[in-house]
């Protein structure tokens, strides 16, 4: 399976499909960085929620990159579980790099504010990517083309999650669960101080249950149409 991991990996980088998603980080970055320093924990926290529907989006021309027939061939060569499992690390892999740059790009650039709580706030920072992870590669994986079966309904699909997760994820009390907790972690670790260990504690189950639920679709999906 880590043959097939690389393989993916490579193709994505070498294939220059990752252009798009790294012009996009970059311009997030740039646009939250560039009013100036903040605190660590508030301008992580607003990072890994803008960053959400890059890493879905970077997830889906992942899992795309590779043709239909390839595809099938991989799932005869190393059985249909280590074959979707290998799309989905390699997605998460590629995620987890991507979010430890843009936690490392502000400090170059002055963007954290170095006198208010750094050490926790880093950490902080830290969880919030990880929360966003995997809900993101998630969200990329429903929207790829072995689930969906096409560029148009992948895309309908993709647009659909980032628009829910914003919209829903502001409204707070309403229907909270029906989509990650990206906004509600922002929103967590708007402040200097460091939030309750009671709210990370629903949050990093929220965002494990949720992402539980979507990697079983996901599986269910692959099973059905692939």
Same mark, same amino acid.
């Given at each position: 399976?880590?043959?097939?991991?690389?393989?993916?990996?490579?193709?994505?980088?070498?294939?220059?499909?990752?252009?798009?998603? +790294?012009?996009?980080?970059?311009?997030? @970055? !740039? =646009?939250?960085?560039?009013?100036? #320093?903040? /605190?660590? $924990? &508030? %301008?992580? *926290?607003?990072?890994?929620?803008?960053?959400?529907?890059?890493?879905?989006?970077?997830?889906?021309?992942?899992?795309?990159?590779?043709?239909?027939?390839?595809?099938?061939?991989?799932?005869?060569?190393?059985?249909?579980?280590?074959?979707?499992?290998?799309?989905?690390?390699?997605?998460?892999?590629?995620?987890?790099?991507?979010?430890?740059?843009?936690?490392?790009?502000?400090?170059?650039?002055?963007?954290?504010?170095?006198?208010? +709580?750094?050490?926790?706030?880093?950490? @902080? !920072? =830290?969880?919030?990517?990880?929360? #966003?992870? /995997?809900? $993101? &590669? %998630?969200? *990329?994986?429903?929207?790829?083309?072995?689930?969906?079966?096409?560029?148009?309904?992948?895309?309908?699909?993709?647009?659909?999650?980032?628009?829910?997760?914003?919209?829903?994820?502001?409204?707070?009390?309403?229907?909270?669960?029906?989509?990650?907790?990206?906004?509600?972690?922002?929103?967590?670790?708007?402040?200097?101080?460091?939030?309750?260990?009671?709210?990370?504690?629903?949050?990093?189950?929220?965002?494990?249950?949720?992402? +539980?639920?979507?990697?079983?679709?996901?599986?269910?999906?692959?099973?059905?149409?692939?």
């Amino acid at each position: 399976m880590s043959a097939l991991i690389r393989m993916r990996l490579a193709g994505f980088l070498r294939g220059g499909r990752i252009l798009p998603p +790294a012009i996009a980080v970059l311009v997030v @970055l !740039g =646009v939250i960085y560039g009013g100036g #320093a903040s /605190p660590a $924990a &508030v %301008a992580y *926290g607003y990072s890994a929620a803008a960053l959400f529907p890059v890493l879905a989006w970077q997830t889906k021309l992942l899992l795309d990159t590779e043709p239909d027939v390839q595809r099938r061939l991989a799932r005869v060569a190393v059985g249909p579980r280590s074959e979707a499992a290998a799309g989905l690390l390699a997605a998460a892999l590629l995620a987890l790099v991507v979010c430890t740059l843009a936690m490392v790009t502000p400090w170059l650039f002055h963007g954290i504010d170095t006198t208010k +709580a750094v050490g926790s706030g880093t950490a @902080l !920072g =830290v969880l919030a990517h990880l929360l #966003a992870v /995997p809900p $993101a &590669v %998630a969200v *990329g994986a429903l929207a790829s083309r072995a689930v969906t079966r096409g560029v148009r309904n992948g895309v309908a699909v993709l647009v659909t999650a980032a628009v829910l997760v914003v919209v829903l994820g502001l409204q707070g009390s309403i229907t909270p669960w029906l989509v990650p907790p990206v906004m509600a972690t922002a929103r967590a670790l708007n402040d200097v101080k460091a939030p309750p260990a009671a709210t990370l504690v629903l949050l990093v189950t929220w965002a494990t249950l949720w992402s +539980a639920v979507s990697f079983t679709l996901y599986a269910h999906f692959r099973r059905t149409r692939s």
